[in-house]
């Protein structure tokens, strides 16, 4: 079984900037993919950014490129996403999703809001 733990978000105005950290912990995890989604009222959850295996191998969407920075040591268990020059549009729920290898399970974090907003 594996949990996640995420910690971070809160409010912010624009042109400020966030962390968002997360943690997979289990008995013998070996954790494959760590990623950030965000869920805005009203919108589909949408991939903001992944770390496949080793901290070299990221991928942002388009509208966080630049701005958002996701952090993972090689081999961790744990990343975290920093995030700078906030914009109203980034208000929306975070998740910290997971895969781990030899499971096709998926496993999210509980969520977490980060407010943009003057």
């Known amino acids: 079984q594996v949990e996640i733990w995420e910690s971070g978000g809160g409010s912010a105005q624009p042109g400020e900037s966030l962390r968002l950290s997360c943690v997979a912990s289990?008995?013998?995890?070996?954790?494959?993919?760590m990623a950030w989604y965000r869920q805005a009222p009203g919108g589909r959850r949408e991939l903001v950014a992944s770390?496949?295996?080793?901290?070299?191998?990221?991928t942002y969407a388009d509208t966080v490129k630049g701005r958002f920075t996701l952090v993972r040591e090689k081999f961790s268990n744990s990343m975290y996403m920093q995030m700078n020059n906030l914009k109203p549009n980034d208000t929306a729920v975070y998740y910290c999703?997971?895969?781990?290898?030899?499971?096709?399970?998926?496993?999210w974090g509980q969520g977490t809001q980060v407010t943009v907003s003057l």
């Open positions: 999703y997971v895969r781990v290898f030899g499971s096709a399970s998926e496993y």
């Open positions: 770390t496949f295996q080793s901290s070299t191998e990221t």
């Open positions: 289990g008995s013998r995890v070996n954790v494959k993919t």
